[in-house]
C-alpha cells in the first residue's frame, strides 16, 4: 500500500510511518518546505497547492494535521489558529483525494467531540457535546465531506490524549510528578480518555485495512480514568505521592476557558466501533500503560 501522510513529523506521524514502513508499506509525506527527501512532497495548504506527483499511486490517505490544543491561554487569535490549522490542510485533502479517487482517508479527530459527559459512557452514536472543542472537531471533521462525495471511505479517528514516552502530555507532567508536585484537578471526577501511542498507531493501520470500518472511530483505550485515578496512577508509575489537589478556580485564573475543557471536564468515551470489529490492544490497563510510557 502507498499511504500519503500529512503531518507526518509530529509524534503520531514519526511512529506511524516507521510502523507502515516495517511492515512493507510505502510512505509519502507532505512537507511545508523544499522537499529534502525522496519520500516528501511539497503542499501549501493555505493556498491549496500540492505538488501534480504527491498522489501519484496513492491508496490512501492519513491526515494528521493541528496545532496542539494545551498551549495556555485560548485568546480569540488562538481559538483562530487551532481552527485554521484542521480545516484548512482537512479541506485541501479532502478536495485532492477527491479529485484523484483515493479509496481511503484516514482523518484526525479529537475525543472532544463529545464535550463534557460526566459519569454517562459514550460511543460513537453520542450526539456531539457542547463547547469550543466539541464544535472544532465538528468542523474539522466536517471539511472532509468533499472525500465522502466522492465515494471515499472516510475514518474520522476521535483521538484521546496519548500516553507516549517521546512526548505528549506525560514529557509535561512527568517532572511535575517526580518532584513530588502532582496533583488532583479540580474535584478529580472529571474523566479523561486515553492511548497508548503504539495502539494508536496500530488502530490508525487496522483502519488503513480494514474495508468495513468508516464514520466516526473513537480511538481511546476501553477503560477511560477518572483525574483522581490518573493522578494515582502517575504517582505509582514515578513513585512519588499525589497528595496535592489544584482548585479548579486557580486553573481558570491561569488557564481561562482551556481549563474548563482541557483540564476540569471530559467525556467518558470508550472505542465502541473498535471493540465491534476485534481491535486487540496491548496496554489497555491505566497503570500498565503509564508505566511503559514512563519508564
Aim: proline share 6%; glycine share 12%.
Amino acid at each position: 500500500m502507498r499511504v500519503l501522510v500529512a503531518g507526518s513529523s509530529g509524534l503520531i506521524g514519526t511512529a506511524l510511518r516507521s510502523r507502515l514502513r516495517e511492515s512493507g508499506h510505502d510512505v509519502v509525506r507532505l512537507v511545508r518546505r523544499a522537499p529534502a527527501h525522496r519520500d516528501e512532497r511539497r503542499w501549501d495548504p493555505p493556498s491549496g497547492r500540492i505538488d501534480d506527483d504527491a498522489f501519484d499511486g496513492v491508496d490512501a490517505v492519513v491526515n494528521l494535521c493541528g496545532t496542539p490544543l494545551a498551549s495556555g491561554r485560548w485568546s480569540a487569535a488562538r481559538k483562530q489558529l487551532l481552527r485554521d490549522s484542521r480545516t484548512e490542510p482537512t479541506e485541501v485533502l479532502a478536495e485532492a483525494v477527491a479529485e484523484h479517487g483515493v479509496p481511503v482517508l484516514v482523518n484526525a479527530s479529537g475525543i472532544s467531540y463529545y464535550g463534557d459527559t460526566g459519569a454517562v459512557e459514550v460511543d460513537e452514536s453520542a450526539p456531539i457535546g457542547d463547547g469550543f472543542l466539541a464544535r472544532l472537531c465538528a468542523e474539522w471533521e466536517g471539511a472532509c465531506a468533499p472525500a465522502s462525495r466522492a465515494g471515499s471511505r472516510v475514518v474520522l479517528l476521535r483521538i484521546a490524549p496519548v500516553f507516549a514516552r517521546q512526548g505528549g502530555m506525560l514529557r509535561l507532567l512527568a517532572p511535575v510528578f517526580r518532584g513530588g508536585l502532582g496533583g488532583t484537578l479540580g474535584h478529580g471526577r472529571q474523566y479523561m480518555p486515553w492511548i497508548g501511542l503504539s495502539d494508536l498507531v496500530e488502530v490508525i493501520v487496522f483502519c488503513l485495512l480494514r474495508d468495513d470500518v468508516s464514520g466516526p472511530v473513537n480511538a481511546t483505550a476501553p477503560r477511560p480514568a477518572t483525574n483522581t485515578e490518573f493522578t494515582r496512577a502517575v504517582g505509582r508509575a514515578v513513585r512519588r505521592p499525589t497528595p496535592w489537589r489544584v482548585p479548579g478556580g486557580l486553573l481558570r485564573v491561569v488557564f481561562g476557558e482551556a481549563a474548563d475543557e482541557l483540564l476540569l471536564a471530559g467525556p467518558r468515551a470508550v472505542p465502541g466501533v473498535l471493540t465491534e470489529a476485534g481491535f486487540t490492544y496491548t496496554l489497555d490497563d491505566l497503570d500498565q500503560a503509564l508505566a511503559s510510557a514512563l519508564s
